[in-house]
């Protein structure tokens, strides 16, 4: 069987609705650490300005312990603000929406469960588009891109062959997959040797084992599956591959390896 071709689908065109979270997820992320960055850096100069004394003649303000004061109030209002501006959970919400629309454009591509072959055209949509509806109640993205959530590369993909659509899948969603979380692994790895950090050596442990789960899915691809055993296939590949994005969902007490 040939590779998939022009009508193949990959996460470069995934719907509208992934650019704007995925946007806003990156946006918030940046925000947020920038913040961090700025806080630790305030408590920084005020630790080392505490630990020196300036004065300028024997009875005058000693300079060094003004600053350390100044520092360390402004590290606290940089804080709340940090907690006012909810950054740190736009991001999270942001991530686990991008996430989200991913895998359900991947299911409605190939026609994977909720989205069998036998669903109509209309029928399919209206359904795509109401799960994306219960994704983004609540959320707060200030990216809308002009043009439709279903497009012309998901519909081309989906009215493909069964087998055009296996092939795309197991190419473009699971290699693609494994090619990612292999690569966490090795960085969250050099990373953790780096830093020390124990923390950093787990994140390398579930990304690799994440790979090795997922590289099993793709060698059970069934090219000659019918169209109820592929749809519950592609349901199962992607509930693999949620387990690792649903801790998005759950906020700062998630894993916060992943992208974006």
Request: aromatic letters at 10%.
């Amino acid at each position: 069987m040939t590779g998939p071709g022009t009508d193949s689908f990959t996460w470069h065109q995934l719907p509208l609705f992934f650019q704007d979270a995925d946007s806003g997820s990156i946006r918030s992320k940046r925000r947020y650490f920038g913040q961090l960055r700025l806080t630790l850096l305030l408590l920084f100069l005020a630790a080392a300005a505490g630990a020196t004394t300036l004065k300028f003649s024997s009875s005058g303000i000693d300079w060094a312990g003004f600053v350390a004061a100044l520092a360390f109030i402004s590290s606290i209002l940089v804080r709340l603000y940090i907690v006012e501006q909810r950054d740190e959970r736009r991001w999270y919400e942001c991530r686990a929406a991008a996430e989200s629309c991913k895998t359900l454009a991947w299911r409605y591509a190939v026609c994977g469960d909720p989205f069998p072959e036998s669903m109509s055209a209309s029928e399919a949509r209206r359904l795509f588009i109401r799960r994306l509806r219960e994704i983004s109640l609540g959320l707060d993205i200030v990216d809308v891109s002009a043009g439709l959530d279903v497009n012309e590369a998901m519909e081309r993909c989906r009215a493909t062959s069964r087998g055009e659509r296996i092939e795309t899948y197991k190419n473009n969603r699971l290699m693609e997959q494994v090619e990612w979380y292999a690569r966490m692994a090795k960085l969250r790895d050099r990373q953790s040797r780096t830093w020390r950090s124990v923390a950093l050596v787990g994140e390398a442990s579930a990304y690799s084992l994440t790979a090795r789960e997922i590289r099993h899915i793709r060698s059970l691809t069934d090219e000659s599956a019918d169209a109820e055993s592929w749809g519950k296939f592609v349901d199962q590949a992607e509930a693999a591959i949620s387990r690792e994005h649903t801790m998005w969902a759950s906020g700062p007490t998630g894993n916060v390896g992943l992208t974006g």
